[in-house]
């Protein structure tokens, strides 16, 4: 199925004032006026609605306060707005949550998820023309490779962490609404993003934000753990493409073709670093800090991206090393965002611009 474009569509964006998801809202309110975006966000510690201060304004933009796991408000909002599709990115996203508070992550990626579709299903009808929910996954839910060989689409999952066997979870979920109801669907699975508006727990930004202070960089493990990571607008390029014109009941991998071990990458980053804050050279590098490892630490991910490639043209665009400067020019010129994190200042963004 591919979705005409330049059509009036009502589309949900869950999860929107995160990370990824406000890339996605920005993308998307940008490049489809004609579109009704609406951002749904419970605003958790990981929502920040200063990550979408330059398009707050916008005609087609609304923001809701909202949880996906309050069935009956998730019903109510659909009866209201009567989408024609939904990107869902509402998750709990970090691991090492996922150790300390696994049901959390039950509630959110899997109950939240299954109201969505409900919600979907209960709207639409089975009048499935034009509709689609898309659900964004991680491919954390392949679990672990070893030295070699690539996550595909047709890899079994084998999640190993609480996030990772939720998110896998909510993508059976998906498939089994597509299956059991029609309802049409699309999921992608993506590896490592990075980029600006991160929340500074996740190994990039944390690891910038504390050299910025002078901080140790705790190096899980012995760092040899592997990661492909892909510029998060890359990703949200992707997204944009498999909504559209993805096909429908079909996954999509998206991936960076570009594995790092932690080690190399963090060192990478210390040194590029130490350039932009006129430090003495392997500076940084100094505040590496071996620490004990993540219980069920996956060794290595990667991702065979080539379905994308063929089927709908889609490739990286950002080269690592020019993605990594971009990212940290950002975090060192958004210094009021990053100090409004550290603080928690940005939690009370809410209340002065929506509640005034
Ligand atoms: P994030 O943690 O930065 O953002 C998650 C957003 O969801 C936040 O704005 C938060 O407030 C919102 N949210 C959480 N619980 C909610 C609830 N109950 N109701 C409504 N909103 C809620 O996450 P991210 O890194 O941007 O990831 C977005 C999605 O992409 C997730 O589904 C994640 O699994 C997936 N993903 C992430 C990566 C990555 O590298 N970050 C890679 C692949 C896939
Ligand atoms: O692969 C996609 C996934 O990537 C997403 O689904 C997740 O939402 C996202 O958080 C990310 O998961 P990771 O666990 O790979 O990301 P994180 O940034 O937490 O860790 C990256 C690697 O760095 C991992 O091997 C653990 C290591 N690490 C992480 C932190 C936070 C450290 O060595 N030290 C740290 O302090």
Redesign the pocket.
């Known amino acids: 199925m591919h979705l005409s474009l330049g059509q009036k569509r009502t589309v949900l964006i ?10 996605v809202v920005r993308k998307m309110v940008l490049a489809y006026p004609s579109y009704q975006i609406v951002n ?9 609605l200063e ?1 979408l201060k330059d398009i707050e304004k916008y005609p087609n933009y609304k923001f809701i306060k ?5 069935g009956d408000f998730i019903n109510n909002l659909f009866s209201k707005w009567n989408f024609d599709g939904v990107i ?7 691991v090492d949550r996922s150790i300390e508070a696994p049901l ?1 992550f039950v ?3 899997v109950l ?1 998820t299954v109201n969505l579709l409900n919600a979907s299903k209960s709207i639409w009808k089975e009048n499935y023309q034009g509709k689609r929910f898309y ?6 839910v392949y679990g672990s490779l070893g030295e070699t060989g690539l996550f595909s689409e047709i890899t079994s999952y084998r999640p190993n962490s609480p ?1 990772s066997a939720s ?1 896998a979870s ?1 993508d059976h979920f998906v498939r089994s609404y597509g299956e059991t109801y029609g309802l049409p669907y699309v999921i ?7 980029g600006p ?3 500074p727990e ?1 190994l990039i930004p944390l690891f910038i934000n504390n050299i910025i202070q002078h901080k140790p960089l705790p190096v899980y493990g012995d760092g040899k753990y592997t990661r492909d990571w ?1 510029f ?1 607008e890359d ?1 949200a390029e992707a997204i944009d493409l498999i909504y559209h014109k993805g096909k429908n009941k079909e996954s999509y991998n ?1 991936g960076g073709f570009n594995e790092w071990q932690n080690i190399d990458m963090v060192k990478l980053l210390c040194s590029l670093m130490d350039k932009r804050l006129f430090r003495d050279k392997g500076e940084s590098e100094k505040l590496i800090t071996f620490v004990k490892d993540r219980p069920g630490h996956d060794l290595r991910y990667a991702i065979d991206a080539t379905k994308i490639n063929k089927e709908l043209g889609w490739e990286p665009s950002v080269i690592f090393r020019e993605g990594l400067e971009r990212t940290i020019d950002w975090y060192l010129a958004n210094v009021t965002w990053l100090d409004h994190v550290n603080s928690g200042e940005y939690q009370n963004y809410y209340n002065t611009r929506y509640k005034q």
Not at 14 to 23: N, P, R, V
Not at 135 to 140: G, K, N, R, V
């Open positions: 869950t999860g929107g004032a995160g990370f990824i998801g406000s890339h749904l966000d419970k605003l958790t510690y990981a929502g920040n990550n909202g949880d996906i796991v309050d869902h990115l509402a998750a709990e996203s970090h959390e509630k959110t990626n939240g659900h964004i996954s991680t491919d954390e996030y998110k909510s992608s699975n993506c590896s490592n993003n990075y508006y991160q929340f996740k892909l998060v990703h998206i």
